[in-house]
DNA sequence: GGGGCTCTCCACCTGCGGGTGGAGAGCCCC
DNA sequence: GGGGCTCTCCACCCGCAGGTGGAGAGCCCC
């Protein structure tokens, strides 16, 4: 896989912790740890100055906090790959972390063998994100796509069907005719809505649709 | 960890793979395969009569493709996991089968440590996604709130201003204040965009705002 | 039975939205 | 300089959308 070893950079504001992580990579074979920071700013400069592989970065850091380390350090050197080491695994900074651009998240019950894994995958361009967090992605990725969605604002479902039909783009005349009904009641219906929705419009109607995710078959 | 061992179902329809798996998955310890299927319906059918803890799945299949009873044995059967076990890691299978209800998604190049890594994982209420595949799902992650969003259909820039300002739910009016132009030059971008877009009205201008994902500040 | 909710429908009015045709100014590129 | 594109603006017309007020029928629950 790799012949040359992987030049790793570690940065957490806990000098205990920092030393630590610095001791058990140093003890993997393939890893070889270039620099250690204690808080972002740091951490930005010292990944200029040696173009570390990979770094290994606590979210919770003063001066400059991981999250916006890591938007830094992507955007100026995509080369180097960042893997969070934190010690919550919380949503709050799970994902900005991620879309900050993080390759890698771990938390720090992750033994010495699951991190130089991680540090791997991450530096062979793939991935390397602790079993827990994939579950959190993909439930975010099914949370949205899915949406068993309630129907908000006490929203009957008549309405809400009516709602559909005109986030799908319809007029009144066709909404009337896909439901069979006069245009008078799909007028009454949209009225209704707009009142219990707080919108003035179709336009703003649409909106509302889809942040509440009211598509047809709902 | 687990004391009992894990119960496990293979379904694929190639009798050398499937049996093949059977017999490496045999190898491991803490696992019991309790059946085979060679095809989704089968599947389902063994599920329901064995209740496994895992199934592991091939996605291409006759009669029932794998995505489809996935699907099926994640809505009737929440208790039993689904890792999807394929030769190919195409976004078309990827998505539809994480989000079918997939906790595990391996290609067909994992070894056998790795299927009972991923195993576990996913029956320890976590997930076992290779870190090909969590790349993957990082990058959905990103593009999707990110948004670099090239213009679609030969938008032009004021364009696509005018459309995010309808999708916000603006009046005429309101865009042209917004923009400190005349209502009639809304009116003009509103018609270039329409046609363009190929929209028929302003909902459907909100709908295409909001599936190209052209938001404001963007 | 009475009250409340939902769904259905009607008439009327106003105005904004949408369509058409035209035009001038600034920009870039050949 | 000419041509093409974009952004700007105007006038006119029409129709559907949106707002109001009212009403009858079916349903459920007290």
Chains 1, 2 share one sequence.
Do not use: W
């Not at 250690?36 to 930005?44: I, R, T």
């Amino acid at each position: 896989m790799s012949d040359r070893p992987i030049r790793v950079l570690v940065a957490d504001d806990q000098t205990v912790v920092r030393e630590g992580i610095v001791m058990l990579l140093g003890l993997l074979p393939g890893i070889e740890v270039v620099g250690a920071a204690a808080d972002g700013e740091e951490a930005v400069r010292l990944v200029e100055r040696y173009g570390p592989d990979v770094v290994l970065m606590d979210l919770r850091m003063p001066r400059c906090d991981g999250v916006e380390a890591t938007r830094r350090i992507r955007t100026a050197h995509p080369a180097t790959e960042v893997v969070v080491l934190t010690t919550y695994a919380d949503d709050e900074s799970l994902f900005p972390a991620l879309q900050a651009g993080a390759r890698g998240y771990l938390t720090k019950d992750a033994g010495g063998e699951e991190i130089a894994r991680a540090i791997a995958d991450v530096r062979s361009g793939a991935a390397g994100l602790s079993p827990q967090v994939q579950r959190r992605l993909l439930e975010r990725l099914s949370a949205a796509p899915a949406g068993p969605a309630e129907l908000p604002d006490g929203l009957t479902a008549r309405e809400a069907e009516v709602l559909a039909l005109i986030a799908d783009g319809l007029s009144n005349t066709e909404i009337a005719q896909q439901l069979f009904v006069s245009p008078a009641t799909v007028k009454t219906h949209i009225n209704n809505l707009f009142a219990k929705t707080a919108v003035r419009d179709r336009a703003q109607a649409v909106a509302y649709a889809f942040r509440h995710g009211i598509r047809r078959n709902s």
